[in-house]
């Protein structure tokens, strides 16, 4: 049971460039997050899952796409990263009935 | 969901009580508190939750007063390893759609 996994660990990009950063659970989760964190401030929601075939946009999802075709995965896409969008990058799950959501170990971005 | 502040950072010694109160003057009456915890280069991690009084794992203590405009996260003899940034949060109980992370606490151990 590896919990929640993250891919890549480390990425740099230059500006311009796109990528998209995978998360897997294996909890049969039924919800789905990706988070931002730049240094020294809190997680901000950049889009959510409630369910396989289903997102929807968080705090701040300018910049980013998602798609959730299987329940186990969700994708974060970026069509044409921006120096704005370095981070650390943090996938997490919750099943249906649960209260706590699961971290990933998290994505580190760079744009040049 | 409501808005929550924390001291930015605190520091302590090994063996000590670390107390790190949570204000949340405009709590719903169905919102809960959750405390995340987050070392280094790791995502956060779940240590409490609780609605009114007290709560207490393997991990913590949750002292919520009566009026729930506030809480205190207590972390019973830390460690150096205890060393790490504590989040506040207030919403409905599983209503993990939303969870809005503050800045936190950054609590810092010392030998």
């Keep these: 049971n590896a919990g929640v996994t993250q891919t890549p660990k480390f990425r740099v990009l230059k500006t311009g460039q796109s990528m998209t950063l995978l998360c897997a659970q294996d909890m049969n989760h039924e919800y789905m997050y990706w988070y931002r964190q ?8 950049i889009h959510y899952s409630v369910g396989e075939g289903t997102t929807a946009k968080g705090e701040v999802p300018d910049g980013y796409n998602v798609s959730r075709l299987k329940k186990q ?3 974060l896409g970026l069509e044409s990263a921006a120096p704005s969008q370095t981070s650390v990058y943090f996938c997490a799950s919750r099943g249906s009935q649960g209260d706590t959501q699961y971290f ?4 580190r971005l760079t744009v040049l | 969901l409501a808005k929550t502040t924390q001291p930015v950072s605190m520091d302590s010694y090994e063996g000590q ?3 790190i109160t949570c204000s949340h003057n405009n709590i719903a009456t169905n919102d ?18 609780g609605y009114k009084t007290k709560v207490t794992n393997e991990v913590a203590s949750l002292f919520i007063p009566a009026d729930r405009k506030s809480s205190t996260l207590s972390l019973p003899r830390v460690s150096l390893s205890d060393t790490a940034v504590y989040y506040c949060l207030v919403g409905v109980k599983a209503a993990g759609n939303k969870l809005t992370f503050g800045g936190g606490t950054r609590v810092l151990v010392k030998p």
């Design chain 1, 73 to 75: 995965n969700f994708l």
């Design chain 1, 104 to 107: 990933g170990p998290g994505t």
């Design chain 1, 38 to 45: 730049d240094p020294g401030m809190g997680l901000r929601l």
């Design chain 2, 32 to 49: 809960y508190i959750t405390w995340y915890q987050q070392f280094p280069s790791q995502g956060p991690r779940f240590i409490i939750q």
């Design chain 2, 17 to 19: 009580e670390v107390n």
